[in-house]
């Protein structure tokens, strides 16, 4: 059985970094593009980033461009979100998951999730 599994969130004041990892087990994603996404309380859940399988391409939300950087292991069959430059706004619960196909944009698009991870930015 596929599980996705996110670590690496926390409380951190506003400016700070914080390095999110997905560690994927069951089956290989190797092949799969992936995705971040991040829910706010009483927000829908919105894409953050995502990478392809080869990690060559990757897109990114305007409002994380330049601060966040997506990337991936795929030996260790892990993908990573980099945050810097921590806004409060980018408070949420982070999850990654796996596209099986549609709009990239969208969270219906992506069938495998984690459980998610907190982050919390204090100002």
């Known amino acids: 059985q596929a599980q996705l599994v996110e670590s690496g969130g926390g409380l951190v004041q506003a400016g700070g970094s914080l390095s999110l990892s997905c560690a994927a087990s069951g089956r290989t994603f190797s092949s799969y593009t992936m995705g971040w996404f991040r829910q706010a309380p009483g927000k829908e859940r919105e894409i953050v980033a995502r990478?392809?399988?080869?990690?060559?391409?990757?897109y990114y939300a305007d409002s994380v461009k330049g601060r966040f950087t997506i990337s991936r292991d795929n030996s260790k069959n892990t993908v990573y979100l980099q945050m810097n430059s921590l806004k409060p706004e980018d408070t949420a619960v982070y999850y990654c998951a796996g596209y099986i196909g549609g709009s990239i944009y969208s969270s219906g698009s992506y069938g495998y999730w984690g459980q998610g991870t907190q982050v919390t930015v204090s100002s």
């Open positions: 990478i392809n399988w080869t990690g060559r391409t990757t």
